[in-house]
């Protein structure tokens, strides 16, 4: 028996990463899964290897989205679980950032979340239930230089996912957020970022001294999107390895 035997999930931004773990769990889960993304040769690929159905989606499109559930719902008759994966992340100080480069990270991290809760509703209240996991980050805690936007963009996740919770309870729908902190994804180790970090500052700050694999967030997001976690909803689940204890000094 898998968590999620029985389970029709979409995930976004599903093609590499922390997308693609999501997607490879969930299926060993027993998930049926459609996965969007932007990235069509690395998608097709994927969804080749995995059987999973790969659908290109630009998340800040409303259409898109609609094709995407639509997908979902015409192959396998539901929809059960929404996973907002999809994110960028562009490193600048204030002052150095474009107005458009600050635009576009909120397009695609918040807009396309929000569209995408928008988009599950429906879809969930016909099938009686449902559980729409949102990725934040632990810059939706706390600030760091030269990421503005993309914490912007993260704390608001929190903000969409504790309104969206208390709206859609009354439809056996549930909205969490998880927070991952220094995880080994290509986007994590942006040479743009890495340039500007003192590494072994870094490592030093960390509880648990390593960055994760992207499968140990997708446990957490799993479990959110199964079955066992129905008593959990509006919540804020962090995969950080305890980096938002404190300061270490």
Same mark, same amino acid.
């Given at each position: 028996?898998? /968590? ?34 932007? /990235? ?29 559930? *639509?997908? *979902? ?5 539901? /929809? =059960? ?17 474009? @107005? ?18 928008? $988009? +599950? @509703? ?13 990725? !934040? ?10 990421? $503005?936007? %993309?914490?912007?963009?993260?704390? +608001? ?5 504790? $309104? ?25 180790? =942006?040479?743009?970022?890495? !340039? ?29 999107? !199964?079955?066992?976690?129905? %008593? ?16 270490? %000094?």
């Amino acid at each position: 028996m898998g /968590l999620l035997d029985g389970k029709v999930a979409l995930i976004t931004g599903g093609a590499r990463g922390m997308g693609e773990a999501h997607v490879r769990l969930f299926l060993e889960e027993g998930a049926r899964v459609v996965f969007g993304d932007v /990235l069509d040769e690395e998608g097709k690929a994927l969804a080749e290897e995995t059987g999973a159905t790969f659908v290109h989606h630009d998340v800040t499109a409303p259409e898109e989205w609609a094709r995407a559930v *639509a997908t *979902a719902v015409d192959m396998h008759g539901k /929809l =059960d679980v929404l996973v907002n994966n999809a994110g960028i992340l562009k490193f600048r100080r204030i002052v150095d950032m474009a @107005i458009e480069e600050f635009d576009r990270v909120i397009e695609v991290n918040l807009r396309g979340t929000w569209l995408g809760v928008k $988009s +599950a @509703i429906e879809p969930m209240r016909a099938a009686g239930r449902g559980s729409i996991v949102n990725i !934040s980050s632990i810059e939706g805690f706390i600030g760091a230089e030269g990421m $503005s936007a %993309y914490a912007a963009s993260k704390f +608001a996740i929190r903000g969409v996912t504790k $309104s969206a919770a208390r709206e859609l309870a009354r439809f056996k729908i549930r909205v969490n957020s998880v927070h991952p902190g220094a995880i080994n994804t290509s986007m994590a180790l =942006d040479p743009d970022i890495m !340039s500007e970090v003192d590494a072994d500052a870094f490592l030093r700050s960390m509880v648990i001294k390593r960055f994760a694999k992207p499968v140990e967030v997708s446990h957490v997001v799993a479990f959110l999107a !199964s079955d066992r976690s129905s %008593y959990c909803t509006g919540s804020e689940f962090t995969v950080d390895g305890g980096l938002l204890t404190g300061a270490g %000094y």
